[in-house]
């Protein structure tokens, strides 16, 4: 969307419904009244429902659900995250893109979302499929200073902030699985990809990338994916508003965020995923590396890692892999 335009919706949203002349308008965008009639008409056809009347001007009445900054950024109130939003009407990985932007330099909170993402990858290189218009698929850079094996932490506290989200957007609570994913029903409904840049002894920058399912019907994935995914339409019935999830997504992560930066990174982070996961006391089977472990997760350490008791009482630390829970039958 045009800069111009961005500024017209937000001085119409800042008069509260009230009508703002074309005059006041040509004075805070710098542009002739002639051209405001036009980028008005341009704003109807985006969706905006907008009152024009002669001799008092333009009052906005009804806005669209589209995820562009001036509806993203309005009253949203965070500190970090979304301070500056950049929206693609569709964007092959907006992780990809919000690394090339970190790299040259983009601020700490800046968020890149689409409609429509066509090369989303999750965790090991996988797929992520979204669904133009009924996924919400935004990415996230963050400039903490923090050491390398932290970085497990900003999954953890990503994950942490959707949980969040979910429940404030549906008063339904998820689970978190282990690393990376959002489940409600034991399907999956989200997932978080965290890329690094990094020195030795250093993180330059972080990029999460979020994907949700948010309104998408269940017949829509892909047959591989049916049966282990949902969306949180599937889940509640009713179709949810983008734009609100958003805002409350990215308020969630700027709180947790903060949590993260004044705690020094693990602890408190730590213990609150924990209990959304209660994943400690949990029988597992986690395919790691080409290695199979079945057992117990007895903890979870301060780098983020699997403690697991196996059947033959050893103990394994386990950093990475695919897990699921087992149900092991007692002697």
Known sequence: ????????????????????????????????????????????????????????????????????????QYRLGTKIVGKEVRYYPVLE???????????????????VITDHQTGGKGRLNRTWFSFRRQSISLS????????????????????????????????????????????????????????LNTETDIVNFAVIGMGVNLNVRKKRFPEEIREASTSLYEETKKRLKRV??????????????????????????????KERSQIVGQNVRIRSFEEEIVGKVVDVDSYGALMIETEDDKKKRVIAGDLETVVIAEE
Not at 12 to 36: C, M, N, P, W, Y
Not at 41 to 59: C, I, P
Not at 95 to 110: I, M, P, Q, T, Y
Request: charged share 25%; proline share 3%; glycine share 6%.
């Open 244 to 273: 609100a999830f958003v805002k409350e997504l990215l308020r969630q992560l700027d709180y947790w965020y903060s949590v993260f930066l004044r705690d020094g990174g693990d602890s408190r982070i730590l213990a609150e995923w």
């Open 140 to 195: 996230v850079v963050l400039r903490p200073k923090i050491v390398p094996y932290l970085a497990t932490m900003l999954t953890y506290m990503t994950g942490i902030a959707l949980y969040e989200a979910i429940y404030a957007q549906t008063a339904i609570k998820p689970s978190l699985k282990w690393p990376n994913d959002i489940l409600m029903r034991g399907k999956k409904v989200a997932g978080v990809l965290c890329e």
């Open 93 to 111: 990985s907006t992780n990809a893109e919000a690394f090339r932007l970190a790299s040259s330099g983009a601020a700490d909170g800046l968020v």
């Open 1 to 72: 969307m045009k800069l111009d335009n961005e500024k017209i919706i937000q001085i119409l949203k800042d008069h509260e419904g009230r009508f703002v002349s074309g005059e006041v308008i040509s004075q805070e965008v710098g542009i002739t009244r002639a051209a405001i009639w036009k980028r008005i008409a341009a704003l109807k056809d985006l969706g905006y429902v907008v009152d024009a009347r002669q001799n008092m001007g333009y009052r906005l009445m009804r806005s669209p659900d589209i995820l562009t900054p001036s509806e993203i």
